[in-house]
């Protein structure tokens, strides 16, 4: 039996814009396992960045309850909360924000010292993400500004996995990145995947939602259905096919 690493209870979110109440997500119950590679998909504006900012607890939901690594979220304070997510949270952005004025190790290492104080340890740690992702030591000791986007993205990865998060939230980690890089993204997040790291990620692109072996589509604020796509095997045209059909199905 899979384990619940997060579950939500009528998870709910609205936004209160010029006087109208918008209702993004609606009464949404969900569970995700560890070891899981889920996807969100869906239409723009279905509510897919809403959804991944209440589950990692960047945004605190309207109604409803969030429990992630046994602990009910959804009641923390803005502090408290912030503290947890440094703990169980990794995320990976399409915009990578690497702080220009540090080396690339070195924004590592400062996600790093916000939860362990050991250096040492997290060097270690970090060294052995970096040979993971195909980053030199070279590399590591450049700026964001002299390193490719494809390198900065990678190094971004690192970063989302140095505290060894629960999960890692991806929100459309390639949509920067041309077609070759956005490749060495997705072959990185799998190969992480198959060590064991549960990832959410929000995409819209199918390469990329292929990686996911849960996929589940968004549609104005509810969760119209899932599809179970089984473990990535690269190259397997029946998956593509199951999720084409899937998509379509869905009204995608
Ligand atoms: N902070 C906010 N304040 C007001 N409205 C918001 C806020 N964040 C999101 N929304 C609204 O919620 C709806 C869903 O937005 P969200 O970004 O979650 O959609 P999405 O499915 O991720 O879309 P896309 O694929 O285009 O990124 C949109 O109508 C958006 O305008």
């Not at 952005?93 to 997290?122: E, H, P, T």
């Not at 849960?214 to 999720?243: A, F, M, T, W």
Request: charged share 25%.
């Amino acid at each position: 039996m899979k384990e619940i690493l997060l579950k939500t209870d009528s998870l709910s979110k609205s936004f209160s814009t010029g006087g109208a109440l918008q209702h993004v997500l609606k009464n949404i119950d969900l569970k995700l396992y560890k070891g899981d590679f889920t996807v969100i998909m869906g239409a723009s504006g279905a509510g897919k960045s809403t959804l991944l900012y209440a589950l990692s607890g960047m945004d605190t939901p309207t109604l409803g309850t969030i429990t992630f690594a046994g602990k009910e979220i959804s009641g923390y304070s803005p502090d408290r909360l912030a503290v947890f997510r440094r703990e169980h949270c990794g995320f990976v952005f399409q915009q990578i924000y690497l702080i220009d004025g540090m080396s690339v190790m070195d924004n590592v290492l400062s996600a790093g010292l916000l939860v362990n104080k050991n250096k040492k340890a997290l060097l270690e740690r970090a060294g052995k993400l970096f040979q993971e992702v195909g980053i030199s030591e070279e590399t590591q000791k450049k700026f964001p500004t002299q390193i490719s986007g494809g390198e900065a993205q990678r190094a971004g990865i690192v970063r989302g996995l140095i505290n060894n998060p629960e999960i890692l939230f991806a929100d459309e980690p390639t949509g920067a990145l041309n077609s070759k890089t956005g490749l060495d993204v997705l072959d990185t997040l799998t190969r992480f995947n198959e060590q064991g790291q549960s990832l959410v990620m929000v995409t819209h692109d199918m390469r990329s939602a292929r990686r996911g072996n849960r996929i589940l589509y968004l549609k104005d604020g509810v969760i119209l259905g899932e599809c179970d796509l089984g473990r990535y095997v690269s190259g397997d045209p029946n998956r593509h096919q199951k999720l084409s059909a899937f998509l379509e199905e869905m009204g995608w």
